[in-house]
């Protein structure tokens, strides 16, 4: 079992930056693939980013892609999000969600096995 708690979120103008967390429980934290979603209001829920156990492979949507970097300290079981020149259309609550595949970092929110409970970050422009 994988508990999972974002923070970070928060109002900001466009062009500004943002850092998630997302602190996780349990001692294999570092056997998960970790993502972050978000979802806008009225909008499915979509991939932002993805990080396998290691944190040697990374995947972005092309929406977040040379702003957003994700990293993960398994010493302290934390996975962060980066946002830098953030834009409007970033407005959303942010999951953090785990998987329990070492190298496995699907798009689709089904497939993943714990989800927290979402940040908010809005981007006034």
């Known amino acids: 079992q994988v508990q999972l708690v974002e923070s970070g979120g928060g109002l900001v103008q466009a062009g500004g930056s943002l850092r998630l967390s997302c602190a996780a429980s349990?001692?294999?934290?570092?056997?998960?693939?970790m993502g972050w979603f978000r979802q806008a209001p009225g909008k499915v829920r979509e991939f932002v980013s993805g990080i396998i156990w290691s944190g040697g492979t990374t995947y972005y949507a092309d929406s977040v892609k040379g702003r957003f970097t994700i990293s993960r300290d398994n010493a302290k079981n934390t996975v962060f999000l980066q946002m830098n020149s953030l834009k409007p259309e970033d407005t959303a609550v942010y999951y953090c969600a785990a998987i329990s595949k070492w190298t496995l970092v699907p798009r689709r929110v089904s497939e993943y096995d714990y989800w927290g409970q979402g940040t908010q970050v809005t981007v006034s422009s």
């Open positions: 349990g001692r294999t934290f570092s056997t998960y693939a």
